[in-house]
């Protein structure tokens, strides 16, 4: 059965690292997206992609980093400028059948 | 204003209970209209999408009122099972969705 994996499903980052949360889907997705989500608070868009070798800035893009090399993969490099990086990230793709699928996320924690 | 507002709740409710959620979007413009589901720590999961006419799934119904940009979500019989965080969500533009903070249920025996 096809769905979107992301890992590490936890991971901790130092201050001024940078670290890159992968996702892959196997749906034939040609849209990915990358949300962020904060305790209480509702998802909030970081990038999108809807078709390969393309993509945009969200709603809160800064300090985040994406590349769309091939049609299943849409890894995130969350890079040293992103001053407030512990949260729930997202990752989901959109097909025409079955709407949007999330992956089950990843727990980013900076110690 | 945000573009999608709910009362976060929490929404403490017995089994057996009716319980009613409330959901306002600012554009106008919006086509599509969702209710998640999201459980503790997990992903957001579809639970229906909204349709102009209202629309029913066992025992949840949507509602949508495109005048006054409200949706509303109707659960009968409210399971232990329930209790999740329900997230209103529309869209934006052809392929973005604006989320809800979420209102949250908790039902109780």
């Known amino acids: 059965d096809g769905g979107i994996t992301q890992s590490p499903k936890y991971l901790f980052r130092k201050e001024g690292q940078n670290v890159t949360l992968s996702c892959e889907q196997n749906l034939n997705h040609d849209a990915m997206y990358w949300y962020r989500q904060d305790p209480g608070q509702g998802l909030r868009l970081i990038y999108y992609?809807?078709?390969?070798?393309?993509?945009q800035k969200g709603d809160i893009a800064e300090g985040y980093s994406v590349s769309r090399e091939k049609k299943e993969s849409f890894p995130l490099t969350v890079t040293s400028a992103q001053k407030n990086p512990t949260a729930f990230y997202l990752c989901?793709?959109?097909?025409?059948?079955?709407?949007?699928?999330f992956g089950s996320g990843t727990r980013l924690t900076v110690v | 204003r945000k573009e999608v507002e709910q009362d976060p709740g929490p929404f403490n409710v017995p089994e057996g209970a009716t319980v009613a959620f409330n959901c306002t979007y600012s554009n106008s413009a919006s086509q599509s209209f969702f209710w998640y589901r999201q459980d503790c720590r997990k992903e957001p999961k579809l639970l229906m999408s909204?349709?102009?006419s209202g629309n029913e799934d066992g025992r949840f119904t949507a509602q949508l009122n495109r005048a006054s940009q409200y949706i509303s979500l109707l659960i009968r019989d409210s399971k232990l099972s329930d209790s999740a965080t329900y997230l209103c969500v529309v869209n934006k533009d052809t392929d973005k969705l604006i989320f809800g903070t979420g209102t949250r249920l908790q039902v109780f025996p």
């Open positions: 992609s809807q078709i390969v070798n393309d993509f």
């Open positions: 909204v349709y102009s």
């Open positions: 989901a793709s959109k097909g025409i059948v079955r709407g949007y699928t």
